[in-house]
Structures are given as structure tokens and as C-alpha cells.
């Protein structure tokens, strides 16, 4: 049986409204890649925008939204996914350290897409091949990486029996399931 208690509030939000903003942009500028105006880039430089302020509220944030909150050694990722392939990896009420890395991958893609489209809008970089080779190739790795990231999202939510995506919507999740916690002990962010 599962023991669930009470809700508290985990992702504030900045975090959710920038997650969803960045979903939604990349959607859209990948739909406009071939439009004709200026919109692909405009809706780029609003995604550079919104991933700017997710990146410094990593450092100014929240608890759970900080990159000191839920980044590990690459040695303390592999010992924690060895417990959770046997079932006895601790819980997190943030993201766990494979998230955290997942994560970071996106955002390290995401940077790459960004900064390569621009400089294809530049004189110095414009009609380098690479250029928008790199552009190209780093949108089908972040493509690649989405579809991986809501598997590892829903896996997550099935085997910590907590709804993940309800989490990334209202901010909340239970304190304590099954008895068990944070390892680095539990406590409800201030709202924002
Ligand atoms: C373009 C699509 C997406 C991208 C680039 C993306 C990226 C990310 C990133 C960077 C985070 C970390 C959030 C933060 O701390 O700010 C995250 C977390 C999360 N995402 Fe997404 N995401 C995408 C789509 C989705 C979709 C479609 C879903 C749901 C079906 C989803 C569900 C979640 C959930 C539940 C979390 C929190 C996971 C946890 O507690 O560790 N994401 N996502
Ligand atoms: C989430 C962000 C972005 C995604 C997913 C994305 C994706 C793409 C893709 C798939 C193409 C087609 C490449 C090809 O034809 O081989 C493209 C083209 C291009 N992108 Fe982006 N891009 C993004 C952001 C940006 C930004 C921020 C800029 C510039 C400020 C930009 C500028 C361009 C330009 C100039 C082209 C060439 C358009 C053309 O061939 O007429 N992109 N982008």
C-alpha cells in the first residue's frame, strides 16, 4: 500500500513557467524553421531569454530549483543508479541526479542550438557550413534527448509512485511517501 502525505510546494514558479515557456518555444521555432520573416529567430531569442533566466535562478533560486540542489559527481550519479535499478535508490523532492544530468544535457544542447543559429544571422558567420550544420545536428540531438527526458520523467513517476508532470504544473509534491524523504531532509519552499 502506498502511504502518501501531505503536499508541499517543491518547484516554484520560475522553475515551472520557464520549463513549459522553453517546451512551447522550441515546439514553435522548430515549426517556423523554414517560414519566411524573421519569426524562427524572434522565437529563438525569446527561448535564449527564458533559458537565461532559468540558468541564473539556478544559482539565485529556490532550493530545488539551484544547480548546487540537485547537481552530483558523475561517481555518486552511477551508485545512484545502480540503487534505483534495484529499487533502492533514496527519494528526492527535487530532480535526482540522472535527472539533474538530463537536464543540464538539455540545457547544454539548447545553448548550442541558440548560439549557432545566431551566428549564422552574423556577416562574420553567415554561409559557413558548419555553422548551420552544427545548428541542424544539435536540434536533432535536443529532439532526441526530449522524448528520452518525458520516458525518464514518467519511469520516475512510476517507480517513486508520485505524478511528476501534476509536480511540473502546480509545484507540489507529497512530503513523505512511504516513509521516505529527501535525503537531505524535507521543507516546503516559500511560494512565489
Ligand atoms: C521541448 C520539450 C521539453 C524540454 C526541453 C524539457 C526540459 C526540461 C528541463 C530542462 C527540466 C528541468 C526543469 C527545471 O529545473 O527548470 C525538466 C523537468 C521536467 N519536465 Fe520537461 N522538458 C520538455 C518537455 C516535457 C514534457 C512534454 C513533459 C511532460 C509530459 C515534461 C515533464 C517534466 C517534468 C515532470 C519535470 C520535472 C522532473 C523532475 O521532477 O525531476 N517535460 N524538463
Ligand atoms: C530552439 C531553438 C532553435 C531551433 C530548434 C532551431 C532549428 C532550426 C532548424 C532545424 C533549421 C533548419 C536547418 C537546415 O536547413 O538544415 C534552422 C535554420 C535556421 N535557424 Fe534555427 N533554430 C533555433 C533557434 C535559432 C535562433 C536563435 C536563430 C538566430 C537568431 C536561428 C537562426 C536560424 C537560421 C538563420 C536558419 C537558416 C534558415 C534558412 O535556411 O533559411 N535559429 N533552425
Given at each position: 500500500m502506498t502511504a502518501t502525505s501531505k503536499q508541499i510546494l517543491v518547484f516554484d514558479r520560475i522553475v515551472r513557467s520557464t520549463h513549459w515557456l522553453i517546451a512551447v518555444g522550441i515546439v514553435a521555432t522548430w515549426f517556423t524553421r523554414?517560414?519566411?520573416?524573421?519569426w524562427h529567430e524572434w522565437l529563438g531569442y525569446g527561448v535564449a531569454a527564458v533559458l537565461l533566466l532559468r540558468l541564473l535562478w539556478g544559482l539565485i533560486g529556490s532550493r530545488h530549483a539551484r544547480f548546487a540542489d540537485f547537481m552530483q559527481s558523475p561517481l555518486a550519479t552511477i551508485r545512484y543508479a545502480r540503487k534505483w535499478w534495484a529499487g533502492t535508490a533514496p527519494r528526492f523532492l527535487g530532480h535526482n541526479p540522472l535527472g539533474g544530468w538530463m537536464i543540464v544535457t538539455i540545457w547544454t544542447t539548447l545553448a548550442v542550438v541558440l548560439v549557432t543559429g545566431y551566428l549564422f544571422t552574423t556577416d562574420r558567420w553567415f554561409g559557413i557550413e558548419w555553422v548551420i550544420e552544427t545548428h541542424a545536428i544539435s536540434t536533432w540531438v535536443l529532439l532526441g534527448l526530449i522524448p528520452i527526458h518525458v520516458i525518464g520523467v514518467l519511469l520516475a513517476s512510476y517507480r517513486d509512485r508520485e505524478h511528476l508532470i501534476l509536480a511540473m504544473i502546480h509545484g507540489r509534491k507529497p512530503e513523505v511517501i512511504d516513509g521516505q524523504t529527501d535525503p537531505s531532509g524535507t521543507s516546503a519552499i516559500k511560494p512565489r
Open positions: 523554414h517560414a519566411r520573416g524573421a
